[in-house]
């Protein structure tokens, strides 16, 4: 789907230069709809895991049996309610099923995520800034880097 609408949207920008100079509104228009477009397909977030924190059982706060910064990262598309997690050398899919505001401290947001091997429950920071992935034998706490828009 993306090599397709490189294409279109390479095709889009050929002809939106082209335009003589005559046709100004047709160039606003063919930017304006450029960017209702671009806005439809920038719902996807990709967190950069910048240190990663795991709790194994019995939990202790704040402590790490692992840790470390490997190259980690976490796709989050709220509209098509998918959660992608690359943690070291393992690839995670979830599809959400809930979220709400996390109501011990209102400035998380809670996932509830799940896949074939059941559900598991993640928290994101307000700021984008920290989340938290917690399975019931492990608690994995990631730092993240800005949060971009694909």
Request: hydrophobic share 40%; charged share 25%; glycine share 4%.
């Amino acid at each position: 789907m993306f090599f397709g609408m490189y294409f279109v949207l390479k095709e889009l920008l050929f002809q939106f230069w082209t335009i003589k100079k005559e046709s100004r509104s047709m160039k606003k228009m063919i930017l304006m709809a450029l960017l209702t477009a671009g806005s439809m397909y920038s719902q996807e977030h990709v967190f950069n895991v910048q240190r990663y924190c795991v709790d194994e059982m019995p939990f202790k706060n704040g402590e790490c049996d692992i840790s470390g910064n490997e190259y980690s990262f976490v796709f989050l598309d709220t509209q098509k309610k998918d959660v992608i997690f690359f943690f070291t050398d393992m690839k995670l899919v979830y599809k959400i099923v809930n979220s709400m505001v996390y109501s011990p401290d209102s400035d998380y947001t809670l996932y509830t995520l799940e896949n074939i091997k059941g559900q598991v429950e993640m928290k994101v920071n307000k700021k984008n800034t920290k989340m938290e992935f917690l399975y019931p034998n492990n608690h994995i706490y990631l730092t993240v880097g800005k949060s971009t828009k694909l």
